[in-house]
Every structure is written in structure tokens, then in C-alpha cells.
């Protein structure tokens, strides 16, 4: 049977409240690194309309219920034809995305920039819940979980008798490391809507195939 804890005042103040402002501070300075090393240049034009006719595109797709039928044929093949639609890139034209990358210095350098200012923080304020808070129960959820978030709610915690609904320090910063995204958006504005998950994923792979 699960245990119930009580927990003290002074984890809170001690643990939770700083690991929490700690998050914060060091994603709002992490926008901020990141901007100044960012390599201001003229946009390319081509790239813009490329990227303005996906947008129309996407948007199309959405709202293809609200529109008749035959409406969204005929856009469709606006985009999709083959002679001179918009989306239709002929063979032997389509641009590697990686080649593109690796012949531009300047953009391959801001992408090691990017990387840089995600991976580094990471590390050291990881090192630094690891050594300081390693072992902390630090919060309650309040609504019981099954088993199976056990491992993601009480790492560092080898304890099967604990409440899963405890969370420990550990899993307290991976909490705010991927869930801070609405509020640096409220902080930072849209601009910096996009969360540590999806840069990792970015990392994976370059762009995508303009040919498909």
C-alpha cells in the first residue's frame, strides 16, 4: 500500500521554488544568448514565398470542410498541378535540404548556435539539480495516476511504496523544462514558442524534401 508524507515546508522554499524561478530565468537569458549570437541577414525572397505558399497551403487543407467542393478543387489544383502549380517542383530542380544547409556557412552556423545555447544549459542546470536535489520529494499532484507515470514523476526515487502522485526534484525540472512553453510565450511573445521537444526532434533531421 502507497504511503502518505508529509511534506516540509522548507522543501518547498528550498527545492521547488528555486528549481522553478531557476527554469525560468535561465529559458528567459537562453532567448536573449540566443538572439545576440543569432547572424543578422537580408531574407532570401524565394525562401519567403516558398514558405507564404505552404502557409496558404496548410490553411487550405484546414478549412477544406467550410468551403464547397468544387471551390477546394479548383485551389487544389491551383497548387497541385502539374504544368505550373505552386507546390509542384519539377525533377532534377528539387534542393536537398541538407546540401542547402552545408553550402550556406551562415546558416549551418546559426543552427550550431541554436543547438549550443539548448545543450549547454541543459547540461549545467542538470548537474546542478543532480548534485543539490537528488533524492528531494518535492511536490504533490493532486489527482491520483497509475503506475505506469511512476517512472516519469519519481526519478531519482527508488521507493515502490511511494504515492505516484509524489513527485521527486529530478522529474520536477523535466517537468519545467518541457512544460514552460505557454509561459515564455506570455513572457517572450510568440517568437519564442517553441519548446525544448521540438528543437531535439529539429535536430534529428534538416528541413524536408520539397519534391513530396
Known amino acids: 500500500m502507497a504511503e502518505d508524507l508529509v511534506l516540509d515546508t522548507a522543501i518547498r522554499d528550498w527545492v521547488l521554488v528555486p528549481l522553478s524561478v531557476v527554469m525560468v530565468l535561465i529559458g ?3 532567448y536573449f544568448v540566443s ?4 547572424s543578422h541577414q537580408a ?10 505558399v505552404i502557409l496558404r497551403a496548410r490553411n487550405l487543407r484546414a478549412a477544406a470542410g467550410f468551403i464547397p467542393a468544387k471551390s477546394f478543387r479548383s485551389r487544389k489544383t491551383y497548387f497541385t498541378n502539374e504544368e505550373n502549380g505552386l507546390l509542384h517542383v ?3 530542380q528539387a534542393q536537398n535540404a541538407q546540401a542547402q544547409m552545408f553550402s550556406d556557412p551562415n546558416l549551418a552556423m546559426d543552427m550550431m548556435k541554436k543547438n549550443l545555447s539548448m545543450i549547454i544549459p ?12 537528488s533524492g528531494f520529494v518535492a511536490a504533490k499532484i493532486p489527482f491520483p495516476l497509475t ?4 517512472g516519469m514523476l519519481q526519478n531519482g526515487i527508488d521507493l515502490s511504496t511511494v504515492d505516484v502522485s509524489y513527485v521527486s526534484s529530478r522529474s520536477w525540472y523535466f517537468l519545467n523544462l518541457f512544460g514552460l512553453r505557454g509561459l515564455f510565450s506570455l513572457i517572450l ?10 528543437r531535439m ?12
Open 28 to 30: 528567459v537569458l537562453r
Open 35 to 38: 538572439k545576440l549570437m543569432r
Open 43 to 52: 531574407p532570401d525572397l524565394k525562401v519567403v514565398k516558398e514558405g507564404q
Open 90 to 92: 519539377p525533377k532534377g
Open 122 to 133: 541543459q547540461t549545467l542546470t542538470f548537474a546542478w539539480v543532480n548534485f543539490f536535489f
Open 147 to 150: 503506475q505506469r507515470f511512476r
Open 189 to 198: 511573445g510568440e517568437e519564442n514558442a517553441m519548446d525544448d521537444t521540438q
Open 201 to 212: 526532434m529539429q535536430m534529428s533531421g534538416f528541413g524536408f524534401d520539397p519534391s513530396r
